[in-house]
T-cell receptor, first 112, second 113 residues
């Protein structure tokens, strides 16, 4: 089975800190995604990557950046965390654009 | 941004009842996926529908894609407590940058024993 692993289940950070969320998949998938999930707003796409070193902005990229230096790893970076970035962050991957998404279990980030 | 509207937002029913949730858009999608998400976990794919008018069955769950590929429904027969969860529909765009999926906000289903 495909495994998408997010480095932390829960994370508490202070306003202004630089935050790294890591995601690793073990099935040589081309595409990787970062979503945030908020009550009443559903899943919103932050960034995605369709191949190594390639990235595209999703619907809400402001305040975030990403890095994909290796195929299996996709990192989400909050350059200066703010309280409105408190959310559940979900990483997903898929083999290619015709295939289904596999999600990690999520990272619940609280910015105080 | 192409929107997917899901209804109802919340649904609480008794075990054994039937239910239908809806996913509607004004846009055409090349395919539509349904996911279920349980508390503390990421969404898991239930089904993908591709052809207008397509009907797929997964045990007690029946999925239908609208003829115009703008809407979809999920019907559950004789719901069980194990069906409790957040049901999400997601549409894949045709043409252009078709890497992205657009997600609806979800239907939170609670099945009471």
């Amino acid at each position: 089975d495909v495994k998408v692993t997010q480095s932390s289940r829960y994370l508490v950070k202070r306003t202004g800190e630089k935050v790294f969320l890591e995601c690793v998949q073990d099935m040589d998938h081309e595409n990787m995604f970062w979503y945030r999930q908020d009550p009443g707003l559903g899943l919103r796409l932050i960034y995605f990557s369709y191949d190594v070193k390639m990235k595209e902005k999703g619907d809400i990229p402001e305040g975030y950046s990403v890095s994909r230096e290796k195929k299996e790893r996709f990192s989400l970076i909050l350059e200066s965390a703010s309280t409105n970035q408190t959310s559940m962050y979900l990483c997903a991957s898929r083999l290619n654009r015709l295939e289904k998404l596999f999600f990690g279990s999520g990272t619940q980030l609280s910015v105080l | 941004t192409q929107l997917l509207e899901q209804s109802p937002q919340f649904l609480s029913i008794q075990e054994g009842e039937n239910l239908t949730v809806y996913c509607n858009s004004s846009s055409v999608f090349s395919s539509l996926q349904w996911y279920r998400q349980e508390p503390g976990e990421g969404p898991v794919l239930l089904v993908t529908v591709v052809t207008g008018g397509e009907v797929k069955k997964l045990k007690r769950l029946t999925f239908q894609f609208g003829d115009a590929r703008k809407d979809s429904s999920l019907h559950i027969t004789a719901a069980q407590p194990g069906d409790t969860g957040l049901y999400l529909c997601a549409g894949a765009h045709s043409g252009g940058s078709n890497y992205k999926l657009t997600f609806g906000k979800g239907t939170l289903l609670t099945v009471n024993p």
